[in-house]
């Protein structure tokens, strides 16, 4: 799938949330700091290439899962789960950040508008603030039907930590 699983136990060689539970956040996570390591590593650097391609794996797997509305969901593949802004925010600066970085993939950068316009779209003013929401609250390892259990709120700060990161 080229995606990331939550968490992982080597000991018994299987994940601990699940099959096919990926957890937007998590994935996003991972793409931001790729993104952002090969913004900061040296073209001839040894070793590039390979993340480089672990880049371009990890956005060809993710464009398909951006929704019509430019997010991406809190389980990446499964079209009940909620839309999710810190993923969404972290997938579309850790696309930029590779794009930043010389890479090209088709559709990382229509991908990365869509998202910011969605994420901007999505800010409410209430009383003079400004709340980013649709952020879901701590997220332990689980099943499915777990993560989609798991409360939603605005203003989290890691949320509004990678929409800060996106813009």
């Not at 001839?44 to 951006?66: C, F, M, N």
Request: proline share 5%; glycine share 10%.
């Amino acid at each position: 799938t080229n995606l990331l699983n939550h968490a992982y136990d080597f000991a018994v060689s299987e994940a601990m949330n699940g099959p096919g539970a990926f957890w937007g956040r998590g994935n996003g996570w991972y793409l931001a700091s790729l993104g952002n390591l090969l913004r900061q590593l040296p073209g001839s650097r040894v070793g590039r290439d390979t993340l480089e391609a672990l880049w371009h794996k990890r956005i060809k797997a993710l464009l398909p899962l951006q929704t019509e509305a430019g997010m991406w969901r809190t389980v990446l593949n499964d079209p009940k789960a909620y839309e999710e802004s810190s993923a969404t925010a972290l997938f579309a600066f850790g696309m930029a950040a590779g794009l930043n970085a010389g890479l090209r993939h088709t559709g990382a950068k229509e991908a990365v508008q869509k998202a910011l316009t969605a994420l901007d779209a999505s800010i409410q003013e209430t009383s003079g603030d400004h709340l980013l929401p649709g952020v879901s609250t701590a997220t332990s390892p689980g099943t499915i039907e777990e993560y989609l259990k798991i409360p939603v709120s605005s203003n989290v700060p890691y949320g509004i930590g990678a929409y800060i990161l996106a813009k």
